[in-house]
């Protein structure tokens, strides 16, 4: 009985010390996430006599097992633009370390933002510092030129690739990010300013505001209350049958 009393009194304490520490979700949690995924693209196999890289035949486009470049277009003056003003050079890293100093995002690009003067030729080296596969995509620029108006690098990490585009005249905030599901919510966010640009964009993250910000409130009712001292409850009976057969064995044994 003795025994069994000792047993229940620790149950409940691992069960009320649970409910204290799993209870409390006032702070929001960084779950950490193991890349398991492989992303990589299985070789192709091509039948003999036919064209292995037809569907590389877009302009702008190229694809391999690194990962791909859409969009490009390094000759080609925006119908605003003169001549090219400057050829700017970028090097973007993206990764699950670039987050750390963001709470709460998983992965992020080593910058947030890059200035880059109108009608400029900017060449963009990307490199994927994770195992999963990244994007660094950049929306708006002249649909004349690039298809959906998308510049666009990909790299199955960890690598790079590198890509260019001419921005057109004027002050515009270009928006950038990875298109891998979540991955843009996870913090692959940033935008490119040609000029001054003509406006920020919300939730890039250590720059901008979040428009939606993820609240964990704690529902504390009669039913939550209620749920966890009957799990209390049902968990020290649970350790009192154990304890109790448990001892009864050893007493069995001892008895032999
Ligand atoms: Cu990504």
Redesign the pocket.
Known sequence: MLVALGGLAVVVTIVVWRASTTGNAGAPRVQKVTATSDYRQPALTVAAGTDAHAHHHHPGMSMDMQGAVMGENKDRLPQDCPQITEDVKVTVH?GRKYARRFPGLM?AYDQQEWNVPPCSRVTVTFV?D?D????WMLHGLPKYIHPQGMFHLEVTGPGEKSGTFIVPSGDKTYFVH???AQ??E?G?KAQLKAGAGNMDLPSIPGLTATINVDTYPVGWGAGSVGMVLTAGFAGALLGVFCLNRAARRAIYRAGQ
């Not at 999963?132 to 994007?135: A, E, I, S």
């Open positions: 993206a992965f994927n994770d999963v596969r990244h994007q990875c298109d891998m991955h843009t996870k692959l």
